[in-house]
């Protein structure tokens, strides 16, 4: 006999999940696992939400397990650790981004690349090592081993740390791996959404020179006033692009909708890198001749390992690369997803549960 999701655990829980594909979220008690020896335990303050969440809770990549708790940036307060923790104590600051689990063993694992893990397991909507789903940060407290917990640094807000826990690794990550992060570089980031506006910020941080490329005009002075890229190109503007042929060293390309690659592999310097982040439904045309004539290189790159993003958040905190955030109450989340997909937000929404998640009496 199945077991109810506020008896599967010990200690009592408190969110918002989805029950079905319509996605709507709604209040939902269920449990949390205890502390174990190397566990450690918060209270969530912030959860930010991602694009993911949306796709998730409307089960349009077909994993969804219901009922559904999204939000894998989440930023909170330690409340309890576990007798073998060693890193963390009461009070820490921390967060939990898009893992909680990995074999350990694997070459992935050995190489702090636990994000490419083949048995991975995500924050939410997973199957964890005792039988049970895992749920994300739409919720008042969170469980996970001391491995897959960041320390957030003292001077970086909560609030704003939550989005970096997915958004700011994601684009991070790629950076560095692909070299795109030496100070004279000049880079391309393509869509100024979540993901784009912190890339741009990271960039900037690193001492490189970008140039942001989008489908909308009116975001012009917003990418160079605000964010400080330092040049903008319209893509569906024929002559802007014709004028940048051959320019970058790099492309951080962020968008998820169906779009040309052709354009942007002409952007680039011989020897240059497309770097794919989003993730489009369906498969985008691949033009062969211009990475033969240019020996340029297309990758991708998802999120990243835990040594990584305990780097890129200590990286933030220095160099106070913060995301653009809108911070929301937690009855107002069906609205927040209505706007994103309307891309309409500046640039990440922000869930705060310290103040605004209501336990019903």
Wanted: aromatic share 8%.
């Amino acid at each position: 006999m199945t077991r109810l999701p506020e008896e599967e655990h010990p200690n009592k829980a408190f969110g918002w999940a989805a029950r079905d594909s319509y996605g709507v979220l709604s209040p939902f008690k269920f449990s949390r696992r205890a502390t174990g020896e190397k566990d450690v335990a918060f209270k969530v303050l912030y959860c930010g939400i991602c694009h993911s969440d949306l796709h998730m809770a409307k089960n349009e990549w077909g994993t969804s397990i219901y009922p559904l708790v999204p939000g894998h940036e989440i930023a909170g307060e330690v409340t309890e650790v576990g007798s073998k923790v060693q890193k963390f104590k009461v009070g820490d600051r921390v967060g939990v981004g898009c893992l909680v689990g990995s074999c350990r063993s694997c070459d992935s694992c050995k190489d702090n690349l636990e994000n490419y893990c083949p048995k991975m397991v995500l924050t939410y909507g997973a199957k964890y090592y005792d039988g049970t789903i895992t749920y994300g940060g739409y919720s008042d407290t969170m469980v996970a081993d001391e491995h897959f917990i960041v320390r957030i640094p003292d001077n970086m807000p909560l609030d704003a740390a939550a989005p970096l826990l997915c958004a700011g690794i994601t684009v991070y990550s790629p950076l560095r791996y692909y070299g795109l992060d030496k100070p004279g570089l000049h880079i391309g980031v393509v869509g100024l959404g979540g993901l784009g506006h912190v890339a741009v910020k990271f960039a900037k941080a690193m001492g490189v020179k970008v140039t942001v490329i989008s489908t909308s005009p009116n975001k012009k002075k917003e990418a160079l006033e605000n964010l400080g890229a330092d040049s903008f190109l319209v893509s569906r503007d024929q002559d802007q692009l014709q004028g940048a042929i051959g320019t970058l060293d790099g492309i951080i390309d962020t968008v998820s909708a169906q779009h040309p690659l052709l354009p942007l592999l002409a952007l680039l310097k011989s020897h240059g890198k497309l770097v794919l982040l989003g993730a489009p439904e369906k498969p985008l045309e691949l033009p062969v001749f211009p990475l033969l004539q240019g020996r340029k290189v297309m990758g991708g790159s998802l999120i990243g390992g835990m040594k990584e993003t305990q780097e890129m958040i200590d990286f933030a905190a220095k160099h106070e690369v913060k995301p653009d955030i809108e911070v929301i109450a937690m009855d107002y989340v069906n609205t927040a997803m209505e706007r994103l997909l309307k891309v309409d937000v500046k640039y990440r929404f922000v869930i705060d549960i310290g103040n605004t998640l209501r336990i019903p009496s």
